[in-house]
């Protein structure tokens, strides 16, 4: 086993060696090939060591896990070198120096942690080697999660070339996490698996090679994110607390006595649980991410994924786009809640919406200092800071509203065409953040697409309602020109009933006409009803609509009458609109002809459709007429008409996948024909009226 292990360690020093001396006469055009060879040389010292030691059965633990620290640093650093360049070869401004300030700090206390162990003063029992293994897997991990990142946040055309470096490099520390983690456990290392070590650290060399080879720059233009750093930091955190803990366990365990497995577990329950919370606290996640964010880059947001947040934020289905607001504002500065005031009708601002923020009833004033402030200055108001305030405001006093709520942190004006359309206020941060001129100007740009989105449902909203007066005033001048026939027969019966009183035969018209004449108003009246459901189209008889129809026109001159050819012809419809069409066609027939001439209304059928024509001999219309004015609303020739009584006529018969023609000569006369699709006793159209 021992020879069998120097070999695998022979062939790692020896090949590393080999990589740093390429690296080396390579350098040009590569500018990672000094940290390259740097981790290779550092590696080939390390495998070369352990080698000595187990030959000659010497040499200084110290050194060689000295060696082993600085090898793993070489290797994170080359990889964050990588992460840290774009496409130019200039250093990104994702991560900062502190970054890598921090991974320097990180394996500098690993040395020190191991040199102490080293110390005389220390006993060099299992216990020491536990924690020695245990600095290990942390190593181990934080190289993991590097070459997690950088192989997840190259572009995808770009993988080919650093996926072997991935490889070999993550092979390493997996390899490493492996040894040492298992060595951790069972507080002795594995002699099968620490013997393999130098045969797998082998075999990652020409997989780093061939990588290097591919792509000399390494420039992928790789970036940091954020949500990878925060991934990764949460990650890298959890393990380590996690090996803290197990580590305390194992401790209660052996000193616990006969309790003791009882306390250990007892104690990484609560350990778990305690984990778990954290993780799941909103105030914790905050604090990381600013704290990233302050230590780690340059700049305090990743804009792209924050328009983008915010954005879907706004267009996004779920909550009252009120409420979506405050909330996309709010998460830009870590704010749990806030309320989003707008300006009422009557022009002083109300709250209209809030979230995890208290309601209040209270008015602000449209001509206040305070809306003056939010909309001369466009300032964004920091209550933690009442100072910064415009050097023209030396008298400016907070609202009583304002100063009443305790959490109220930041007020954010919602600017629209420069003028206020509302503001927001949002509470305290959950985690402790000094605003700065990069979140002003965020706020102000993000507040600028709020009130946008606002404005746009504003303007929605008042062109909804526009619209339902323009429906009810069309409605109003079709129920006024039903009113004017109406008028229209009672005049007639009021002017002949001093002459034909008398007549029983008159009387029954007269009671026929009221009766017919309270049907209509009242229909009108349910049509201007709001809670009123419009009947349903259902099938009718289209010769029982005629004959009801010229009926009701009995007592008119000339008297209409009605041809049927065909009976028994239904078809599909609203019987009382049905009506009201045929109806305004013969007053209109009845109306330009004189008392002497004739008004006919014919049906019959031809194939699958039914054919209705009103026949009158009348005084005719021009084709300029019927081609320019016939069909359009308020056109009409009548000195009392109205002119929308044949446009209604036909768009009902549209709606009804029917036709309505005219033929007219001057003089002569006029024909309305209209055409509706038969119904059959199966429930559907038999056909579409051509």
Not at 2 to 23: E, K, Q, T
Not at 423 to 443: A, C, G, H, T
Not at 538 to 563: C, F
Request: proline share 4%; aromatic share 10%; charged share 15%.
């Amino acid at each position: 086993m021992i020879a069998v292990a120097a070999l695998g360690y022979v062939l790692a020093s020896g090949l590393f060696l080999m990589l740093a001396g390429w690296a080396l006469l390579a350098w040009r055009g590569r500018p990672h090939a000094a940290m390259l060879c740097l981790a290779s040389l550092l590696s080939a010292a390390f495998f070369g060591n352990v080698v000595m030691s187990i030959l000659a059965k010497t040499g200084s633990t110290l050194l060689i896990e000295g060696l082993e620290i600085l090898r793993s640093a070489a290797w994170c650093l080359l990889v964050i070198r990588i992460v840290s360049v774009h496409r130019n070869g200039t250093v990104s401004a994702a991560p900062s120096a502190r970054f890598h300030a921090s991974i320097a700090v990180m394996f500098a206390l690993a040395f020190l942690v191991t040199a102490a162990l080293s110390l005389p003063l220390f006993q060099q029992d299992a216990y020491t080697a536990t924690i020695r293994a245990a600095v290990r897997v942390v190593i181990a991990i934080a190289g993991m999660a590097l070459v997690e990142q950088l192989y997840r946040h190259t572009p995808s055309d770009g993988r080919w070339a650093v996926k072997f470096a991935c490889f070999g490099i993550g092979a390493m520390f997996a390899y490493d996490f492996y040894l040492y983690s298992n060595a951790t456990l069972f507080r002795a290392v594995n002699v099968e698996v620490w013997a393999a070590r130098g045969f797998v650290n082998a075999f990652t060399v020409p997989m780093v090679a061939l990588s290097f080879s591919r792509n000399p720059r390494w420039l992928s233009g790789i970036g940091v994110s954020r949500r990878m750093a925060m991934g990764s930091t949460t990650i890298l955190g959890s393990a380590c607390y996690m090996l803290v803990m197990a580590t305390a366990g194992y401790y209660i365990r052996v000193v616990g006595g006969d309790w003791g497995p009882v306390i250990q577990w007892a104690f990484l329950a609560g350990a778990i649980i305690l984990l778990l919370s954290i993780l799941s606290s909103g105030t914790a996640r905050s604090w990381l991410r600013v704290f990233l964010a302050k230590h780690f880059y340059h700049y305090s947001y990743d804009y792209r994924e924050e328009w983008l947040r915010f954005t879907r934020s706004l267009s996004h289905d779920g909550p009252a786009l009120s409420e979506r607001v405050i909330k996309a504002i709010a998460t830009l500065v870590e704010s749990p809640g806030g309320s989003l005031w707008t300006q009422a009708p009557e022009g002083n601002f109300r709250q209209q919406a809030c979230w995890n923020a208290p309601t209040l009833a209270c008015e602000e004033p449209e001509n206040s200092a305070f809306c003056e402030l939010l909309r001369q200055h466009q300032w964004i108001i920091d209550l933690d800071d009442p100072a910064r305030l415009p050097d023209e405001l030396p008298d400016f006093s907070m609202p009583e509203w304002l100063t009443g709520m305790s959490q109220a942190r930041i007020v954010v004006p919602l600017l629209l065409r420069g003028d206020l359309f509302g503001f927001v206020v949002l509470m305290q941060p959950r985690s402790k953040m000094k605003l700065n001129w990069e979140i002003f100007d965020l706020l102000r740009v993000a507040s600028s697409q709020a009130a946008s989105h606002l404005g746009q449902q504003h303007a929605a909203e008042a062109l909804l309602v526009a619209r339902q007066f323009e429906s009810f005033n069309r409605m109003s001048t079709f129920v006024v020109h039903d009113l004017k026939n109406i008028m229209s027969q009672l005049s007639l019966v009021a002017s002949n009933a001093e002459r034909h009183r008398h007549n029983p035969e008159f009387q029954d018209e007269l009671l026929a006409t009221l009766k017919h004449s309270t049907q209509k108003m009242r229909f009108l009246l349910q049509r201007f009803s709001q809670g009123h459901a419009p009947e349903s189209p259902a099938p009718v008889s289209l010769d029982a609509i005629v004959r009801q129809a010229v009926a009701e026109k009995a007592g008119l001159q000339p008297r209409p009458s009605a041809e049927i050819e065909d009976g028994d012809l239904v078809v599909l419809a609203n019987s009382t609109l049905l009506l009201r069409v045929i109806g305004h066609l013969l007053q209109n027939a009845i109306e330009a002809t004189p008392g002497t001439g004739r008004v006919v209304a014919r049906l019959r059928r031809r194939g699958e459709a039914a054919i209705l024509e009103i026949e009158d001999t009348g005084q005719g219309m021009s084709d300029a007429f019927i081609r320019d004015k016939l069909f359009k609303p308020f056109s009409t020739t009548k000195s009392s008409g109205m002119g929308i009584g044949v446009f209604e006529s036909r768009t009902y018969i549209h709606e009804l996948r029917g036709t309505l023609v005219v033929d007219s000569r001057q003089f002569c006369g006029t024909t309305f024909k209209i055409t509706l699709p038969l119904y059959d006793c199966e429930g559907v159209s038999l056909g579409t009226a051509a």
